[in-house]
């Protein structure tokens, strides 16, 4: 599995505390954010990230800012992708079983790092059940 990881300025620590985390479960991530505190204009960084998920050059996608909100925004504009924002596990589980996302997003002003982790890891863990959940998966989709 091949995640690509961004983040804005509001998010330089945990990201690299999730990219640390994730290292260690011999997950193969890739930065493409913010390296710095200075101002980031998040909308970079979540198109950026959801075109490498969706042209096949990574599985799956993480974004973090202040709230999530912003990067999941911007990335829900790509055909293909299906954002999430998640603040605890149990939607970060759903989100992958029911909607398939491809794209985890959270907020570093709003969870700490260590609830991340759980929530990432619950999300890598999930797998979409298929079913009712693909027609409307498709139903998404066609929505222009």
């Known amino acids: 599995m091949r995640i690509v990881i961004a983040n804005d300025h509001a998010s330089v620590e945990m990201k690299k505390e999730i990219m640390e985390h994730l290292r260690s479960k011999n ?9 710095e505190n200075e101002s980031a204009d998040y909308p970079v960084y979540g198109e950026k990230v959801a075109r490498l998920v969706a042209n096949g050059t990574y ?27 998640c603040s605890e596990p149990y939607t970060a589980k759903l989100s992958r079983e029911h909607n398939k996302t ?5 907020g570093s002003r709003v969870i700490g790092s260590e609830l991340a982790k759980m ?10 059940e298929g079913g009712r ?4 998966i498709e139903m ?3 929505i222009k």
């Open 27 to 35: 997950i193969i991530c890739e930065d493409v954010g913010a390296r």
């Open 59 to 85: 599985d799956l996608g993480i974004l973090i800012c202040g709230t999530g909100v912003g990067m999941s925004l911007a990335a829900n504009r790509i055909d293909g992708i299906r954002a999430a924002v």
């Open 133 to 136: 959940h693909q027609r409307r």
């Open 119 to 128: 929530i990432v890891d619950t999300w890598l863990s999930a797998t979409f």
């Open 140 to 142: 998404i989709a066609a």
């Open 102 to 106: 491809n794209i985890l997003c959270f």
